[in-house]
């Protein structure tokens, strides 16, 4: 149902009452922009964006996290927490400009808990849209057909594998699948070599799960693997290395896979 936002106010963080808001009701799925300057704010944007206000009392946004809380018409809090940009937190690059999304919001979760926010697909963010990816748009947009498992370049990834790891699926394109290789890296002062696993993905694609497994023999895996550097790239993919948790040792084997669930 249409939304009535009259007497939804902004109590901490930043100062907004939406009586003084351009726009006094909110239609189901859509979103509205709340921005410190509109000019400079449209300048990096662009025009055309729902901007309905902007922060009253010369209040704003801190990098660095604040408490955010927002009261409805009989002073009942709608949500009251403090998000931060340090770990657990989503922790972006700094100057990246990747902004804080919450994710699948259309499921209610709650904005207190560090796990139920990601980075931004891109810099900047996505004001006033929602920057997810979608397997069926993503699949018409690159041309592709057929069900999740067709192959259509013969490159050995199906579709749903294109998808997740931010390839195309009518272009030949083997080099997407994740590579292994053991590698020196230092854990906790002293220099080990490792098992690891290099694969770029489809950030912020929540309509399915990437799982890093580690196994000894190939008959059981688990995730008891560690990220160790994420890369978020111009195409709004990420890279991202992952580590055994344990260094090689002698002739002991070692496996690594990515498993994809839609």
Not at 252 to 257: D, E, G, H, K, L
Request: charge should be negative; glycine fraction near 12%; hydrophobic fraction near 40%.
């Amino acid at each position: 149902a249409t939304l009535e936002l009259t007497g939804l106010e902004f109590t901490a963080g930043i100062a907004f009452d939406f009586a003084d808001g351009s726009i006094q009701t909110l239609d189901p799925g859509a979103r509205m922009l709340i921005v410190r300057n509109v000019a400079a704010f449209q300048s990096r944007h662009g025009p055309g964006l729902p901007i309905i206000g902007t922060f009253a009392n010369g209040t704003s946004l801190s990098n660095g996290g604040e408490r955010l809380a927002m009261i409805d018409n009989f002073g009942n809090a709608i949500f009251d927490f403090t998000y931060n940009n340090k770990s657990p937190w989503p922790n972006p690059p700094a100057g990246s400009g990747l902004s804080l999304v919450l994710i699948q919001p259309d499921t209610l979760p709650s904005p207190s808990l560090p796990g139920n926010w990601r980075l931004s697909r891109l810099p900047g963010g996505s004001p006033g849209a929602d920057d997810r990816p979608y397997y069926v748009a993503w699949l018409a947009a690159n041309g592709g057909s057929g069900s999740e498992l067709n192959d259509q370049d013969d490159d050995g990834l199906v579709n749903l594998l294109e998808y997740a790891l931010a390839s195309n699926p009518v272009q030949f394109s083997a080099g997407a699948l994740p590579t292994v290789a053991v590698q020196s890296l230092t854990v906790g002062g002293l220099v080990g070599d490792y098992l690891t696993i290099i694969f770029r993905w489809q950030f912020g694609a929540e309509d399915i799960a990437l799982h890093v497994e580690f196994s000894a023999a190939l008959e059981t895996w688990d995730e008891t693997g560690v990220l160790v550097t994420t890369t978020h790239n111009a195409d709004g993919s990420t890279t991202e290395m992952w580590r055994s948790e344990a260094p090689i040792a002698g002739a002991v084997s070692q496996f690594a896979r990515v498993r994809v669930v839609k």
